[in-house]
């Protein structure tokens, strides 16, 4: 099925960097999504965006929906070891299934 | 937002048994959906569970092997027949209002 391309796929760092990653489609989202999953939990949302051109925060982290609504990204700054985990990135296209992103695995070296 | 109840969080099965998962949300929601994840992979979606009426499957996915009943806006489950090995994974339930929510996921052995 359809997926969203979802980059880096994985991310090696030291703890206090800034992490960016982002997603890109060949198809307009009119929603965009961000998850973290950590291990033996289901996706935890972190950031929703409905509006081509958001710019929102949560915390630490900032997300963004692309003009063009084909593309979204996610800014992690000042990482701290509970940021490890898995993240996702998903896009709705109205009131239908979302699509994933294939997921970026960060790591967090203290 | 939804809070996602699913269960069991993990089981062992032996091959050629089946398993029922349970999803319950603590609010109305029309749309239920239920994915599986293979580790360190994103999450395929194998079907959207209509309430009152036969859920819609994706390609690649049956009725016959996963059955799923929806009777009200708050429950949804999803039965994994006939296992086998391959059916090891993880099992997610999400329902979607303005955004999805997830339960937390049935860890699947077969052996």
């Known amino acids: 099925g359809q997926q969203l391309n979802q980059s880096p796929q994985s991310m090696f760092i030291q703890e206090g960097e800034d992490v960016s990653m982002n997603c890109t489609s060949s198809?307009?989202?009119?929603?965009w999504l961000w998850y973290k999953q950590e291990p033996g939990e289901g996706p935890v949302l972190l950031i929703a965006l409905y509006k081509a051109g958001e710019l929102t925060s949560n915390g630490r982290l900032t997300a963004q929906f692309g003009i063009t609504r084909k593309d979204s990204f996610l800014n992690i700054s000042a990482s701290i070891p509970s940021d490890v985990g898995i993240y996702f990135c998903a896009g709705l296209q109205g009131a239908q299934k979302l699509v994933f992103g294939q997921g970026t695995r960060l790591t967090i070296n203290p | 937002s939804a809070v996602i109840s699913q269960k069991p969080s993990r089981d062992i099965c032996q091959r050629g048994t089946s398993l029922t998962i349970q999803c319950q949300v603590d609010?109305?929601?029309?749309?239920m959906f239920w994915y599986r994840q293979q580790p360190g992979q994103s999450l395929t979606l194998i079907a959207t569970a209509n309430q009152g009426s036969e859920a819609t499957y994706e390609s690649g996915f049956v009725i016959d092997k996963f059955p799923i009943s929806r009777p009200n806006l708050t429950f949804s489950t999803l039965t994994v027949s006939n296992m086998s090995p391959e059916d090891s994974s993880i099992y997610l339930c999400?329902?979607?209002?303005?955004?999805?929510?997830f339960g937390q996921g049935t860890r699947l052995t077969v052996v």
């Open positions: 198809s307009i989202f009119n929603t």
């Open positions: 999400s329902a979607q209002i303005t955004e999805a929510f």
């Open positions: 609010s109305q929601v029309t749309m």
